[in-house]
């Protein structure tokens, strides 16, 4: 298979994979009352959404600085514009290609810094295993706080789910199980023609410096304390929305609640969907209806409100850091790739 053609193909799944979970989080939205709602909010609560969006990624690129001057090959000489330059660049890219915008920063910042790009790429890594693992520390605090809410959907979602199980046919429970065995069995059988395992050895090594970055740089209380702030932002960006559209005034909703819509809404931006598109959109909505009982319609206006949003910032200050560093984004993917 041709890398054009896996490219195609990859950048086909994550389209389908959009588009299905957008019309999920859609069903049953008022589209005309989502319009309605969009035009009489309070637009003044975007004044400090952008504030502070433009701090955590201020915050972002100076903690990945840290990580940075970490690394064997001596203090960094790339300063903190060209690294929040590279994290806006990143941004941008993820907007079109899921997961691509890590290796577009990392080779802006190894082309105008002098930094071995494996190595760079190492600390991207580490910075995004920080991430992880706040994510992680936030979803166990929603777990703590909202546990008899959670435990009361689950419930739900399992007799429901038995009982779809228990009125298929077993003839099409057999064809989804040897479906899922042969998948299972072709993706081994490609891991180790393509020799993967050996692949991955090779990268944990070529990674390590940049990866150990987050345990050598000595200064640990930064590090952690930037990643509190940066997760702090995000919470606020999860919070004025709410206010913009007048759904925390309307549903009682509070801070702590937007620190856990966000939360959850992060674990759709994860998702290999471009930007997140479709997958937060559900994963908010999800989190909007059956954790504070809001409707459909100001939940899905709400998830499309932040993701606009974002898009929006990201599209503007991403392009403008491209100007800024005179490149493009194919220059840097062809030198990722080289």
Known sequence: MSPRLKSLLSVGASLLLAGGLLALALRGADLG????????????WLVPFVAVAWLSVVVRAWRWGLLLDALPEGRRQSGLRLLTASVLIGYLVNYAA??????ARTANVSRRGGVPFTAVLGTVVAERV???????ATLLGVAVLYGDRLGAIWAEASAGLAAQIERAPVELLGVVALVILAGAAGAVWMARRLG?????????????????????????????GSTVVLWACYALMADFPLRLLGIAQASGLGHLD???????????????APGGTGSFHYATVQALTLLFAVGVTPAAT?????????????????GLALVMQGASVRSLTREARA
């Not at 009352?33 to 309070?42: K, Q, R, S």
């Not at 899921?98 to 290796?103: A, D, I």
């Not at 090779?202 to 209380?221: C, E, P, Q, Y």
């Not at 809404?265 to 994860?270: F, L, N, Q, T, Y």
Request: aromatic content about 6%; overall charge negative.
């Open 258 to 272: 937007a620190w856990a819509v966000m939360a959850i809404g992060g674990i759709g931006m994860a998702l290999p």
């Open 33 to 44: 009352a989502i319009g309605t709602a969009l035009v009489e909010g309070e637009w003044i």
């Open 196 to 224: 993967v395992g050996e692949r991955l050895a090779s990268l944990a090594g070529t990674f390590r410096d940049g990866v150990l970055t987050a345990v050598r740089t000595g200064r640990l209380g930064a590090l952690l």
């Open 302 to 318: 709400y998830a499309i409100l932040v993701h606009a949003a974002g898009i929006v910032f990201y599209a503007i200050t991403g």
């Open 98 to 103: 899921p997961r691509l915008g890590e290796v």
């Open 130 to 136: 920080l991430d992880v693992l706040a994510l992680g």
